[in-house]
């Protein structure tokens, strides 16, 4: 694609990075294909040639109005594009872009939207304002939006988080959102790795990883975010007491192993811990032999699960099929998923912020996870277990929350 990109950002870095992933794009339109909201809206520009379209067209002219921010607040970023797209086109860098040069050139948004989203940013990225939050929202939860009521289901309690003292050490992320919405998730990987000689640490309210300031398009937030919390891990890192890093929600350790980009020119923190990142499939995956034995005998008390990939595995993280091997390993019965490679509609603050396209992709989701009847669903990520938690008649929980139930002889 050829572009002349107007002086206001021309020979600037990220003028230089647009243009370099413009150029990949041929036009072909394979992205359409597997863009959820192309497929839901139906409309060029809701999909990601459009959007591309749109972005260089907004840096040849340095103009920009509400349609372009419009069409660029309504994608995903799921990168089901990048998936498709046979030239390697980065859309998710460029949309990043895109959507900080429209907020510095459209006009202003409207008071009310530019307060809720400065407060999902400032409640939900620290982890003990945003408990509170999620409990004050359940005193009022019958007379709260749709899209936020959903997301407020009853939590399964964490369980006991293992008092082992084991030589092998590993950190895991607490997060911002995780604690407050699916805090049996790690106390599962806790008690799971227990059982095999490991301690998992989590240091209470380490915070959030910049994702969700980052798509909000507050890069210097994300930024101050993401080194609040190497911050927090390295000091016993440094130390060579840990082994790894565990990242139990998908969505941040996508964002998390993309530091190199938030960090332009490098930061000496997040090449120290970058090496260490690992998501449970990959740790599970090493640890099979040692985990396996712990296993009811195949065939006892099989259990059938439908697994939800997210986006941020399967395209960002591009982890496909791993997951689903172990737990068919584990000895569950993996229903049949349609579309599996669509977005369940929650991606981050997407759903607060667009929730009529959320609830309508979410509600296509559940009815293509129920579909095999399953006794439950599996997915990786909080935002995603959240999210269809609030549609699905099933119970959905992280996948190593089944798997440390199916260990333990729980199902």
């Known amino acids: 694609m050829q572009t002349e990109l107007a002086g206001f950002i021309r020979g600037t870095a990220r003028g230089d990075e647009a243009e370099a992933i413009l150029r990949k794009c041929v036009h072909c339109g394979f992205c359409t294909a597997t863009c959820p909201t192309y497929q839901l809206l139906g409309d060029e520009l809701d999909g990601p040639r459009g959007r591309i379209y749109l972005i260089k067209q907004m840096l040849e002219t340095g103009k920009a109005g509400e349609h372009t921010k419009l069409h660029l607040d309504r994608c ?18 460029l949309l990043d872009i895109g959507r900080a040069v429209v907020d510095e050139l459209a006009p202003k948004r409207p008071l009310m939207e530019r307060a809720w ?11 003990r304002y945003f408990r509170r939050a999620v409990g004050l929202a359940r005193v009022f939860k019958p007379i709260l939006p ?54 998992l640490i989590e240091i209470r309210d380490d915070g959030c990883c910049g994702a969700l300031r980052f798509h909000l398009d507050d890069h210097d937030g994300a930024r101050s975010d993401a080194n609040a919390l190497l911050a927090r891990w390295l000091p016993q890192i440094d130390r060579g007491e840990i082994e790894g890093v565990l990242v139990n929600a998908s969505g941040c350790l996508s964002f998390m192993r993309d530091y190199r980009h938030l960090f332009v020119g490098g930061s000496g923190q997040c090449e120290r811990v970058l090496p260490l990142l690992h998501d449970p499939s ?16 195949p065939g006892t008390n099989t259990t059938r699960l439908a697994f939800h990939s997210p986006c941020t595995l399967q395209h960002g993280l591009r982890i496909r099929g ?16 349609e579309d599996g490679h669509l977005c369940c509609g929650s991606a981050g603050a997407y759903s607060l912020l667009q929730p009529t396209i959320s609830l309508q992709l979410r509600d296509n989701k559940v009815r293509a996870l129920e579909n095999g009847e399953p006794a439950g669903i599996a997915s990786a990520n909080v935002g995603c277990i959240a999210h269809l938690a609030g549609g699905a008649d099933k119970p959905v929980r992280h996948w190593v929350e089944w798997l440390e139930a199916r260990v333990a002889g729980a199902c």
């Open 146 to 199: 749709r899209s936020l009521s959903d997301k407020l289901v009853a939590i399964p309690t964490a369980g006991a988080w293992p008092k082992g003292r084991h030589a092998r050490k590993w950190l895991v992320l607490g997060g911002c959102a995780q604690p407050a919405l699916t805090p049996g998730v790690n106390a599962a990987a806790a008690r799971l790795l227990d059982r095999i000689g490991i301690e």
């Open 76 to 93: 995903l970023t799921c990168r089901s594009c990048e998936t498709t797209c046979p030239s390697g086109v980065e859309y998710a860098h």
């Open 282 to 297: 990959e740790l599970v995956a090493r640890l099979w032999q040692e985990i396996e034995p712990l296993l009811p005998a």
């Open 117 to 127: 989203r400065q407060a999902i940013a400032s409640y939900v990225s620290k982890p």
């Open 322 to 337: 791993k997951v689903e091997q172990l737990l068919t390993r584990a000895g569950f019965v993996l229903t049949p998923v």
